[in-house]
């Protein structure tokens, strides 16, 4: 094959290679792509010829990573070049730190925020300016759930005229208001209607931390948290002390209790008598044994004649008893008519019968003095302006005070017991 043919066939052969190469080997990676063993399936048919009989061409890469084919270039090796590793930044991207975001501490459980200590301080002077309270503000107070943050100690309540509370209670500042609502209210116009005079003075007591009744298993009673007032007696201007046990009076339950004790008492009174009838009736009919022979042949034996008289002597004094007079004329002597028939003995039925009769239990009747007047007129009045009225008709625990308080309810219904 003459020379310039077999430059043309290389040159073609270069050409087509060139292309056959994937464009990142021939142009982005700047690396020499090497020629394959063999002409791909659509080089043209000489193209094998010339490899056989000459050295193939090889695509050289110039500086500006442009392949050109140069001829006469023996071929390079052919495995094919590694991709370079992508160059290092020399500057570190900032590392990413998770903020944690910023949480205030909860304060200790027995202490209050100075919020709250603001709050309640600035809302006790406000409700208690239009009461002419004479106070004695104390330390915060919190354990646990119990407490308030502004306790004070109530001594007087409605100015010179008011009333005096001794010892001083210590509560918050709403039951404090609350209660010079009701000493205007309520308790001086109940106490100068039915005893005559005003009230000056009020023994109770509040704040005690604790559960309802003091049972553990019940729930924090509001004296826990100086929202109730216990009252036990008042004392009036002309000098009468009023206590709640003793002018109140009988209960309702003390009424019931006593018909129940009266009814059971005349439940046993019958149940005896009949006892006592069925012990008796049977003795009437009971059936005598039969005498022996000693005794019947002593029985048969005929009675001596004559005035013999037996006497008995006591062994402590020696002396002869008495002589009893015979129980016939006793009969004569104790009925002046000898001939009407003596009076019979009560049987056992009629005994029983004359002892139930004496089975009485008092039944106690409501009090209508003007001490127990006046609790009840209190009472009842109380019930308009606390939430929870409790006196000696609640339940024992009240028999002695009444229990007053402002518990914030859902149903917004008072109790009143």
Request: net charge positive; with cysteine.
């Amino acid at each position: 094959m003459p020379l310039d043919q077999r430059e043309q066939t290389a040159a073609a052969t270069v050409s087509v290679q060139d292309q056959a190469l994937p464009t990142p080997l021939r142009r982005a990676e700047g690396a020499a792509a090497p020629l394959p063993d063999r002409a791909p399936d659509d080089a043209p048919p000489h193209a094998s010829a010339a490899q056989q009989g000459n050295p193939p061409q090889q695509a050289a890469i110039d500086a500006n990573g442009a392949g050109q084919a140069v001829p006469g270039v023996p071929q390079a090796a052919a495995t094919p070049p590694s991709p370079s590793p992508p160059a290092r930044s020399e500057t570190r991207a900032p590392e990413t730190r998770e903020l944690m975001p910023i949480v205030k501490a909860a304060p200790p459980p027995d202490e209050w925020t100075p919020e709250q200590l603001a709050t309640e301080l600035r809302t006790c002077l406000q409700i208690l300016a239009p009461a002419a309270a004479e106070i004695e503000l104390a330390e915060p107070m919190k354990s646990g759930a119990c407490g308030t943050p502004a306790p004070l100690a109530l001594r007087r309540l409605g100015g010179s005229r008011g009333v005096e509370f001794s010892p001083p209670p210590t509560m918050n500042c709403r039951l404090a208001a609350s209660l010079n609502d009701w000493i205007e209210k309520v308790l001086q116009p109940s106490a100068e209607k039915v005893l005559g005079t005003r009230v000056k003075r009020i023994i109770g007591a509040s704040y005690s931390c604790r559960n309802v009744y003091n049972n553990p298993k019940l729930t924090l009673s509001e004296h826990a948290t100086g929202n109730a007032i216990d009252i036990s007696a008042f004392v009036t201007a002309d000098g009468r002390t009023v206590k709640v046990l003793s002018g109140w009076g009988p209960t309702d339950r003390d009424i019931v209790a006593a018909q129940k004790k009266a009814e059971a008492g005349k439940a046993e009174a019958h149940k005896a008598v009949a006892v006592a009838g069925a012990t008796g009736s049977s003795k009437g009919t009971a059936k005598v044994p039969p005498l022996s022979a000693e005794a019947a042949e002593a029985k048969s034996a005929p009675k001596s004649s004559g005035n013999l008289q037996k006497t008995e002597y006591r062994r402590e004094t020696g002396k002869a008893p008495q002589e009893k007079p015979d129980s016939g004329s006793q009969k004569d002597a104790a009925s002046p008519n000898s001939g009407a028939d003596a009076k019979a003995a009560p049987t056992p039925a009629e005994k029983a019968g004359s002892t139930s009769k004496d089975v009485h239990v008092a039944i106690p009747k409501p009090a209508t003095t003007k001490e127990s007047m006046f609790l009840k007129r209190l009472h009842e009045g109380s019930c308009g302006l606390f939430t929870t009225v409790l006196g000696p008709e609640a339940n024992e625990a009240h028999r002695d005070h009444f229990h007053l308080d402002i518990k914030i309810r859902r149903s917004k219904t008072p109790i009143c017991r």
